[in-house]
């Protein structure tokens, strides 16, 4: 597969690939990743695993020994994906929103 890849920011890390991208959020000792996405016409193609296998190379690189993450219980796919690469579930906690 061939993808071309932008990482930017500080802080915080976005990273763009042909149909998807990923945000990291950069803390002390731990990186989050959020907001994983491949454009829809463009799933289960293996893309979302190379992009999260980008994300991991990032933090990596950027000497952080912990990846974390929040995904909807019902979010098949992306949990099945998350394990692949070797995430595991801890704890469970509560989503908060209130309007404006
Ligand atoms: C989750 C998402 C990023 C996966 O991207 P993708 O490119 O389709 O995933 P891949 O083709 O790389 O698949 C890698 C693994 O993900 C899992 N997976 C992907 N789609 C799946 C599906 N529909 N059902 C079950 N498992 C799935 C499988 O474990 C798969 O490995 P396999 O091919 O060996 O079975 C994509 O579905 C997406 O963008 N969803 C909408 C946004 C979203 O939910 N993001 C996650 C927010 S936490």
Do not use: P
């Not at 071309?4 to 990923?22: C, L, N, Q, R, W």
């Not at 803390?27 to 293996?46: F, K, L, N, S, T």
């Not at 950027?62 to 690469?85: C, F, G, Q, T």
Request: hydrophobic letters at 40%.
């Amino acid at each position: 597969m061939t993808n071309t890849m932008k990482v930017t920011g500080s802080g915080t890390i976005f990273v763009e690939v042909d149909h998807g991208h990923a945000l990291l959020v950069l803390y002390d000792d731990v990186i989050e990743i959020c907001d994983m996405w491949i454009d829809a016409g463009y799933r289960r193609m293996g893309q979302g695993e190379w992009l999260l296998n980008e994300c991991l190379r990032i933090a990596k690189s950027l000497s952080y020994k912990k990846a974390v993450l929040h995904v909807d219980i019902d979010n098949e796919a992306a949990i099945s994906l998350y394990e692949k690469r070797g995430f595991r579930t801890m704890g469970r906690e509560y989503h908060m929103e209130r309007t404006f």
